[in-house]
Protein backbone atom coordinates (compact mmCIF):
# COMPACT_ATOMS: atom_id res chain seq x y z
CA UNK A 1 0.00 0.00 0.00
CA UNK A 2 1.08 3.56 -0.96
CA UNK A 3 1.88 5.91 1.77
CA UNK A 4 3.23 9.58 2.27
CA UNK A 5 5.43 10.84 4.95
CA UNK A 6 6.10 14.54 5.80
CA UNK A 7 8.26 14.60 8.84
CA UNK A 8 8.33 18.26 10.31
CA UNK A 9 4.89 18.66 11.53
CA UNK A 10 5.92 22.85 11.99
CA UNK A 11 8.26 25.02 10.56
CA UNK A 12 9.10 28.73 11.55
CA UNK A 13 10.78 30.53 8.64
CA UNK A 14 11.50 33.82 8.54
CA UNK A 15 10.11 36.27 5.79
CA UNK A 16 12.30 36.50 3.09
CA UNK A 17 14.00 33.35 4.16
CA UNK A 18 14.26 29.94 2.21
CA UNK A 19 11.53 26.98 3.10
CA UNK A 20 12.03 23.65 2.35
CA UNK A 21 9.59 21.03 3.03
CA UNK A 22 10.26 17.39 3.15
CA UNK A 23 8.01 14.34 1.88
CA UNK A 24 8.72 10.59 1.51
CA UNK A 25 6.39 8.42 0.09
CA UNK A 26 6.32 4.64 -0.60
CA UNK A 27 4.62 3.29 -3.79
CA UNK A 28 5.28 0.41 -5.50
CA UNK A 29 4.93 1.52 -9.42
CA UNK A 30 5.66 4.87 -11.05
CA UNK A 31 4.03 7.48 -8.65
CA UNK A 32 1.97 11.12 -9.87
CA UNK A 33 3.42 13.31 -6.95
CA UNK A 34 1.65 16.35 -5.59
CA UNK A 35 1.75 18.81 -2.99
CA UNK A 36 -1.58 21.45 -1.93
CA UNK A 37 -1.69 24.43 0.27
CA UNK A 38 -4.48 25.41 2.51
CA UNK A 39 -4.82 28.37 4.17
CA UNK A 40 -6.71 28.56 7.55
CA UNK A 41 -10.53 27.67 6.92
CA UNK A 42 -9.55 27.23 3.15
CA UNK A 43 -10.01 24.14 0.80
CA UNK A 44 -7.30 22.70 -0.45
CA UNK A 45 -4.77 24.58 -3.83
CA UNK A 46 -2.98 22.93 -6.25
CA UNK A 47 1.04 23.93 -5.86
CA UNK A 48 2.13 21.81 -8.28
CA UNK A 49 2.01 18.22 -9.80
CA UNK A 50 4.88 15.73 -11.13
CA UNK A 51 4.06 12.91 -13.68
CA UNK A 52 6.89 12.19 -15.24
CA UNK A 53 9.72 13.75 -17.45
CA UNK A 54 12.11 16.74 -15.74
CA UNK A 55 12.15 15.75 -12.09
CA UNK A 56 12.44 19.81 -11.07
CA UNK A 57 8.84 21.10 -11.72
CA UNK A 58 7.95 24.60 -11.25
CA UNK A 59 4.97 25.24 -9.69
CA UNK A 60 2.30 28.18 -8.67
CA UNK A 61 3.29 31.26 -6.19
CA UNK A 62 7.47 30.67 -6.78
CA UNK A 63 7.45 26.76 -5.67
CA UNK A 64 9.33 24.20 -6.76
CA UNK A 65 9.69 20.55 -6.05
CA UNK A 66 12.25 17.66 -7.05
CA UNK A 67 11.17 14.38 -7.29
CA UNK A 68 14.26 11.88 -6.47
CA UNK A 69 13.29 8.28 -7.57
CA UNK A 70 16.31 7.30 -5.55
CA UNK A 71 15.36 8.59 -2.29
CA UNK A 72 12.07 8.52 -2.97
CA UNK A 73 11.48 12.23 -2.32
CA UNK A 74 9.45 14.76 -3.69
CA UNK A 75 10.94 18.34 -1.82
CA UNK A 76 9.14 21.61 -1.56
CA UNK A 77 11.14 24.35 -2.11
CA UNK A 78 10.52 28.36 -1.71
CA UNK A 79 13.67 30.27 -2.50
CA UNK A 80 11.84 33.75 -0.68
CA UNK A 81 9.15 33.54 1.53
CA UNK A 82 6.19 35.66 2.00
CA UNK A 83 3.92 36.32 4.78
CA UNK A 84 0.83 35.08 3.10
CA UNK A 85 2.97 31.58 2.70
CA UNK A 86 1.69 31.00 6.40
CA UNK A 87 -0.33 28.01 5.78
CA UNK A 88 -0.21 23.56 5.83
CA UNK A 89 0.41 21.93 3.19
CA UNK A 90 0.01 18.71 2.42
CA UNK A 91 1.95 15.89 -0.28
CA UNK A 92 0.23 13.23 -1.41
CA UNK A 93 0.71 10.35 -3.94
CA UNK A 94 -1.29 8.63 -6.43
CA UNK A 95 -1.12 6.96 -9.38
CA UNK A 96 -2.96 3.57 -11.65
CA UNK A 97 -1.42 1.27 -9.09
CA UNK A 98 -3.16 2.69 -6.09
CA UNK A 99 -6.87 2.59 -7.70
CA UNK A 100 -6.37 6.14 -8.89
CA UNK A 101 -6.78 7.44 -5.12
CA UNK A 102 -4.95 9.55 -3.44
CA UNK A 103 -3.10 9.34 -0.11
CA UNK A 104 -2.62 12.12 1.54
CA UNK A 105 0.79 13.55 4.46
CA UNK A 106 -0.33 14.36 7.76
CA UNK A 107 0.66 17.95 6.62
CA UNK A 108 3.36 20.35 7.45
CA UNK A 109 2.21 23.82 9.26
CA UNK A 110 4.27 26.59 8.38
CA UNK A 111 4.64 29.80 10.21
CA UNK A 112 6.21 32.82 9.39
CA UNK A 113 7.68 35.10 11.11
CA UNK A 114 8.20 38.88 10.36
CA UNK B 1 -10.24 28.29 -14.33
CA UNK B 2 -9.99 25.40 -12.12
CA UNK B 3 -13.47 26.31 -10.48
CA UNK B 4 -15.47 23.73 -8.26
CA UNK B 5 -17.88 25.90 -6.15
CA UNK B 6 -19.22 24.47 -3.03
CA UNK B 7 -22.65 26.15 -0.73
CA UNK B 8 -23.42 26.42 2.11
CA UNK B 9 -19.69 27.55 3.17
CA UNK B 10 -21.50 27.04 6.78
CA UNK B 11 -23.96 24.55 8.28
CA UNK B 12 -25.26 23.88 11.74
CA UNK B 13 -27.50 21.28 12.16
CA UNK B 14 -29.57 19.26 14.43
CA UNK B 15 -29.15 15.23 15.15
CA UNK B 16 -32.31 14.58 13.79
CA UNK B 17 -31.90 17.08 10.55
CA UNK B 18 -31.74 16.43 6.93
CA UNK B 19 -29.41 18.83 5.27
CA UNK B 20 -27.94 18.34 1.79
CA UNK B 21 -24.42 19.47 1.00
CA UNK B 22 -23.56 20.89 -2.86
CA UNK B 23 -21.30 21.21 -5.12
CA UNK B 24 -20.89 22.46 -8.74
CA UNK B 25 -18.46 22.52 -11.03
CA UNK B 26 -17.89 23.43 -14.96
CA UNK B 27 -14.56 22.36 -16.27
CA UNK B 28 -16.44 19.58 -18.03
CA UNK B 29 -14.64 17.11 -15.38
CA UNK B 30 -16.29 13.68 -15.48
CA UNK B 31 -14.94 12.57 -12.07
CA UNK B 32 -15.99 14.21 -8.71
CA UNK B 33 -15.43 13.22 -5.42
CA UNK B 34 -16.50 14.18 -1.50
CA UNK B 35 -14.14 14.01 1.16
CA UNK B 36 -14.29 15.19 4.48
CA UNK B 37 -11.18 16.80 6.94
CA UNK B 38 -11.24 17.22 10.51
CA UNK B 39 -9.22 19.74 12.22
CA UNK B 40 -5.26 19.20 11.75
CA UNK B 41 -5.51 16.23 9.56
CA UNK B 42 -5.27 15.28 6.04
CA UNK B 43 -8.40 14.92 3.79
CA UNK B 44 -10.07 11.50 3.84
CA UNK B 45 -12.05 10.51 1.14
CA UNK B 46 -15.70 9.60 1.17
CA UNK B 47 -17.04 8.48 -2.56
CA UNK B 48 -15.99 9.02 -5.74
CA UNK B 49 -17.84 9.23 -9.02
CA UNK B 50 -16.84 8.64 -12.27
CA UNK B 51 -19.35 9.41 -15.08
CA UNK B 52 -22.26 10.14 -12.79
CA UNK B 53 -21.69 6.83 -11.00
CA UNK B 54 -20.57 6.17 -7.97
CA UNK B 55 -16.79 4.18 -8.16
CA UNK B 56 -15.96 4.17 -4.85
CA UNK B 57 -17.40 4.62 -1.23
CA UNK B 58 -15.08 4.05 1.33
CA UNK B 59 -17.27 2.39 3.57
CA UNK B 60 -19.30 5.63 4.29
CA UNK B 61 -22.10 5.30 6.94
CA UNK B 62 -25.29 5.39 5.47
CA UNK B 63 -26.46 8.76 6.90
CA UNK B 64 -24.24 10.14 4.32
CA UNK B 65 -25.78 9.88 0.74
CA UNK B 66 -24.34 11.29 -2.24
CA UNK B 67 -25.81 11.70 -5.27
CA UNK B 68 -24.73 13.30 -9.05
CA UNK B 69 -27.70 14.16 -10.62
CA UNK B 70 -25.66 15.02 -13.65
CA UNK B 71 -22.12 15.63 -14.56
CA UNK B 72 -21.83 19.38 -12.88
CA UNK B 73 -23.36 18.40 -10.09
CA UNK B 74 -22.93 16.68 -6.51
CA UNK B 75 -24.78 16.24 -3.79
CA UNK B 76 -24.15 15.05 -0.28
CA UNK B 77 -27.28 14.57 1.59
CA UNK B 78 -27.26 14.03 5.30
CA UNK B 79 -29.06 12.80 7.63
CA UNK B 80 -29.36 11.75 11.62
CA UNK B 81 -25.81 12.73 11.88
CA UNK B 82 -23.88 12.51 14.81
CA UNK B 83 -21.60 15.51 16.93
CA UNK B 84 -18.30 13.45 15.39
CA UNK B 85 -19.58 14.17 11.39
CA UNK B 86 -18.48 17.85 12.19
CA UNK B 87 -15.56 18.09 9.76
CA UNK B 88 -14.76 20.24 6.60
CA UNK B 89 -15.99 18.58 3.73
CA UNK B 90 -14.28 18.92 0.52
CA UNK B 91 -16.26 18.24 -3.28
CA UNK B 92 -13.52 18.30 -5.48
CA UNK B 93 -12.93 16.84 -9.38
CA UNK B 94 -10.82 16.14 -12.14
CA UNK B 95 -10.50 15.35 -16.02
CA UNK B 96 -10.69 11.99 -15.28
CA UNK B 97 -10.59 9.43 -12.70
CA UNK B 98 -7.28 9.41 -11.43
CA UNK B 99 -6.26 12.94 -13.42
CA UNK B 100 -5.27 15.95 -11.07
CA UNK B 101 -7.90 16.68 -8.30
CA UNK B 102 -9.10 19.84 -8.00
CA UNK B 103 -10.61 20.95 -4.90
CA UNK B 104 -13.16 23.24 -3.31
CA UNK B 105 -13.30 25.72 -0.47
CA UNK B 106 -15.39 22.77 1.45
CA UNK B 107 -18.46 23.21 3.51
CA UNK B 108 -18.17 23.55 7.51
CA UNK B 109 -20.48 21.27 8.88
CA UNK B 110 -21.58 20.92 12.97
CA UNK B 111 -23.59 18.82 14.28
CA UNK B 112 -25.10 19.68 17.23
Known amino acids: AQSVTQPDIHITVSEGASLELRCNYS??????LFWYVQSPGQGLQLLLK??????LVQGIKGFEAEFKRSQSSFNLRKPSVHWSDAAEYFC????????????FGGGTRVLVKP | DTEVTQTPKHLVMGMTNKKSLKCEQH?????MYWYKQKAKKPPELMFV???????INESVPSRFSPECPNSSLLNLHLHALQPEDSALYLC???????????FGEGSWLTVV
Open chain 2, 49 to 55: YSYEKLS
Open chain 1, 92 to 103: AVGGEAAGNKLT
Open chain 2, 92 to 102: ASSQEWGNTIY
Open chain 1, 27 to 32: YGATPY
Open chain 2, 27 to 31: MGHRA
Open chain 1, 50 to 55: YFSGDT
